[in-house]
């Protein structure tokens, strides 16, 4: 018997001492860990090790859009891995030609130029970096309840979480207030939000605290750690305005809302506003580690002519560009645009029959396969309740539905959805039961 088939029979550690060894052995990164055991993932589902199947209402961390082990991008991994895996940074293989290429062409003039890498964080990184070397300027506006990721100026231009106790941020960092029309902090005579004036105040606020440094603009056409918010069409189109303005460069952060799961290739083709940079990733990758940065030639070439550094141990790795491409051709020949639209029409329908029978449902937002839910412990008030998110995704969670609960301060529980795009009406149906029964049965406790 060899060492790995003597391995391979070698029974899985008991659950209790796979926590055990989890809680003597592991960084805590973040929230709770979820209290199950995941064995396998196929499709909408993952699989835990007694035998329960999840439902995964989040697309894994929002990015499996093919759904889990998708059978093309197993093929191309296995395929790939076999034959070109990883090169020295410098090194150029087709398949980050092929994607840098196919991705220009899913894009509008003048974004043509990528730069490929792993995470949002580092495109966001990568971003910042660039913007601030073509500008010559430093200072970052991000909207107020903002992710973009856990990196040095990621995490400076992030206000949702993770501010706290670290020390300082990179300096020349502003936070602009968010357009939630659920919750509007402006409002014209009739209540509603009065994004312009917001707008106008908010750059006010700017420009009296810049000290003549405005780099860019890093925002998200849909906050999703920020709760599903989505800004009024044309406020866009007036924010790269007011970048024009002050010499900034508007960078659209799309790790959850591009490749198609809004219905459109790219959430910004709604307000008819092209980024002069776009980040990309979760999506991009469907799931495996890939992201990209994707600007202009002119933009480009300032950045190149100025010396522009982002050398990073796995930038252009091939293995992942294959992945890329393989998702490309997937969310093209399958028309997966189309069907995001689809089964988002019919995911929203759901979720208004669901705040039509439960008095906690506040508010029903998002786009394409990415909604949000916002849960109240008074509809007329909407006063928040932090314990009914946190029974509802408790209860979703025993009935079989994985779902997300993002909670911040003067907002209720926000239930973030993004389901596959491979997902079917009946799965989307199946996770509306298990949500209206979870929020029957939390309710209830209230």
Known sequence: MTASTAASTVAAPSAAAFWSDAERHLVRYGPEFTPEIIERAAGSFVYTADGRKILDFTSGQMSA????????????????????????????????????????????APLEKALLLTTG?????????????????????????????????????????????????????????????????????????????????????????????????????????????????GYFAALKDKCRERGMLLILDEAQTGL???????????????????????????????????????????????????FTTHVADPLVAAVGNTVLDVLSDEKLDERARSLGAFLHQGLTGLAMRHPVVGDIRGR???????????????????????QVTRRCLELGLHMNIVQLPGMG?????????TATEEELS??????????????ATL
């Open 260 to 310: 198609c799961r809004t219905g459109t290739w790219y959430a910004f083709e709604r307000d008819g506003v092209v980024p002069d940079i776009l980040t990309l990733s979760k999506t991009l990758g469907a799931g495996l580690p890939l992201a990209a940065v994707v600007t202009s030639a002119e933009i480009e070439q300032e950045a190149y002519e100025r010396g522009y550094l982002f």
């Open 430 to 443: 199946l996770g509306l039961s298990i949500l209206d029964q979870a929020i029957t049965d939390a309710s």
């Open 65 to 108: 859009i093919l759904g889990h082990s998708h059978p093309e991008i197993v093929a191309t991994v296995q395929r790939q891995v076999a034959s070109l895996d990883h090169l020295f940074s410098g090194m150029l293989s087709r398949p980050v030609v092929d994607l840098a290429r196919r991705l220009a062409e899913t894009l509008p």
């Open 413 to 421: 529980g926000v239930l973030r959805m993004a389901p596959p795009l």
């Open 121 to 233: 964080a580092e495109s966001n990184e990568a971003a910042i970096r660039m913007a601030k070397l073509v500008t010559g300027g430093h200072e970052i506006v991000s909207f107020a309840r903002s992710w973009h990721g856990m990196t040095q100026a990621a995490a400076s231009a992030t206000y949702s979480a993770g501010r706290k106790g670290y020390g300082p941020g990179a300096p020349g960092n502003f936070a602009i207030p968010v357009p939630n029309s659920y919750r509007p902090d402006f409002t014209t005579q009739d209540g509603s939000l009065d994004w312009r004036r917001q707008l106008d105040c908010a750059f006010d606020l700017i420009d009296a605290q810049s000290t003549g440094s405005l780099a860019a603009c890093l925002v998200e056409p849909i906050l999703s750690s920020g709760g599903i918010i989505e800004p009024p069409v």
């Open 368 to 390: 394409g396969l990415l909604a949000g839910l916002e849960l109240v412990a008074d509809r007329e008030t909407k006063e928040h309740s932090n314990e009914l998110g946190a």
